[in-house]
């Protein structure tokens, strides 16, 4: 099985490239390392954003309102013992 990169894995890669360029700048040119954190933090705070505002991991806001029956949810990540 052949793993393929999604959308939420290159959102990951650019929040720690943008804060580790952060870092690089703040180390390596005569800007603050204070500065250039918290410049590309915001960088960070936008890609953020976007991955869970403006591309969601749902598709419609009634996808949010459906009730998931106990049954369904894997035993691992369920609170209740299952029926099984």
Do not use: R, W
Request: charge should be negative; include cysteine; glycine fraction near 8%.
């Amino acid at each position: 099985m052949d793993y393929t990169l999604q959308y939420y894995d290159l959102v990951l890669v650019c929040i720690a490239a943008s804060l580790g360029l952060g870092a690089v700048i703040g180390y390596a040119t005569p800007v603050a390392l204070e500065l250039s954190i918290v410049a590309l933090g915001l960088v960070s705070i936008g890609f953020i954003v976007h991955a869970l505002f403006v591309n969601g991991p749902v598709d419609e806001v009634a996808d949010l309102t459906e009730e998931v029956e106990p049954e369904a949810v894997p035993k691992v990540l369920s609170p209740i013992e299952s029926p099984e």
